[in-house]
């Protein structure tokens, strides 16, 4: 489209530099990907891939019913469902493969923070880093969607937990984040001392992966 205004292709966000600096338009990361949904069709429990914000915009039907854990809760969550799922055991960060269901009962019996909002035909929904959401469809409708990053973002996208198991996951390069946003760090991360911690878990500090 050629529009330039409220087009969440054209968002001019700083993930626009994944294609700039190394010519890569990932889907819906990068690049927005058109969704359709019908009645009761479903979005298990995720972040996104690298940890950015996320903005969803419904073009034309029914509403679609979210369900989201601040990511101040993110931690926490994952370290119940690490015990609600045997499959746990084998994939560290399992939750990646965003094949995962929970009812918002159980988390409430077991103490974990969410939210949830209705969002209807010609509204957006943002997600931040590291917020944990899941939803279903109310009946058919069409949505857009993409993933975007402020500045803030490097630090989670440096320190985010990635899936092991499969070749197909989306990674991004941060080397050009982490010169444009933290110079000051760059060659700290580039030998492996960028000793910190992730921004929504004080608890453990660790090297920023390369």
């Known amino acids: 489209m050629d529009v330039n205004i409220w087009n969440i292709n054209k968002l001019d966000i700083i993930l626009d530099f994944v294609e700039r600096d190394y010519g890569m338009r990932i889907d819906g990361v990068n690049s927005s990907y058109l969704y359709f949904g019908v009645w009761k069709t479903t979005f298990p429990w995720h972040t996104e891939n690298m940890d950015p914000y996320s903005i969803n915009y419904i073009h034309y039907g029914s509403p679609k019913s979210w369900y989201a854990i601040p990511p101040s809760h993110g931690r926490r969550f994952e370290i119940f469902a690490s015990s609600y799922f045997q499959d746990s055991k084998i994939w560290s960060a399992f939750l990646r493969h965003k094949m995962y269901l929970m009812s918002p009962t159980i988390l409430k019996t077991n103490g974990i923070k969410f939210d949830k909002i209705t969002q209807e035909s010609g509204e957006f929904i943002i997600t ?15 949505a857009e969607s993409a993933n975007f990053a402020l500045p ?40 492996g001392r960028d000793v910190g911690c992730h921004p929504e878990d004080p608890t453990r500090k660790f090297s920023a992966p390369l």
């Open 128 to 142: 931040f880093p590291y917020g944990y959401h899941s939803g279903y469809n109310n009946g058919f409708n069409i």
């Open 152 to 191: 803030r973002w490097v630090e989670y996208g440096k320190r985010t937990r990635l899936c092991k198991c499969r070749s197909d996951i989306i990674k991004i390069d941060m080397t050009t984040f982490i010169k444009k946003f933290q110079p000051e760090k760059f060659d700290l991360w580039k030998s």
